[in-house]
């Protein structure tokens, strides 16, 4: 079954959590790394166990506990082009597990297969994701200031979807 937990949500940092018995995905890390670590440990997970991150987009709120938490674990790291040049040159030890990927284009994290989809916001490459596991779909978008047919299109078909709007 896959489930989907909100560590944090809002203008003072975003961390979601989405699961199922064999592959745990965060979307976001924008709170500290110990808050991000006690939410996961609520949960019986901690961030060794984590199989992926994925960053909507570079703002604080969305990137702020990223830095401490790749000291924790060889998570690998998955953004679009625009959000990973900003990575790069804030958290250079995001080096070597940065995957760059485009989206509309699936790629899959685990058991999970994960899709990008554009969203309307002023940071580069930023994005929503759509996580499924063959059975279930879930999708997460942040900052939404309005829905484009993007947005609608990507959330399409899911059972739960978390929207952060502004």
């Known amino acids: 079954m896959l489930e989907l937990c909100t560590l944090a949500s809002g203008s003072s940092g975003n961390a979601v959590l989405v699961f199922n ?7 976001d890390a924008g709170i500290s790394a110990k808050r991000i670590c006690d939410g996961l440990s609520g949960l019986g997970l901690s961030p060794t166990g984590l199989d992926g991150i994925c960053i909507t987009h570079s703002h604080s709120d969305h990137i702020s506990g990223l830095r401490v938490l790749l000291k924790r674990t060889s998570t690998p790291v998955y953004a679009t082009e625009g959000t990973a040049r900003v990575l790069t040159e804030q958290i250079p030890a995001v080096e070597g597990r940065l995957h760059t990927i485009h989206p509309r284009e699936p790629f899959s994290i685990g058991g999970l297969t994960v899709r990008a ?23 997460v978008v942040t900052d939404l200031g309005f829905v484009t047919e993007e947005v609608r299109q990507g959330v399409y078909g899911s059972q739960l979807a978390l929207v952060e709007a502004n």
């Open 21 to 27: 018995t064999t592959t745990s995905l965060l979307i």
């Open 117 to 139: 989809f554009s969203t309307p916001h002023d940071a580069p490459g930023s994005v929503g994701y759509t996580v499924c596991d063959g059975e279930r779909k879930c999708s």
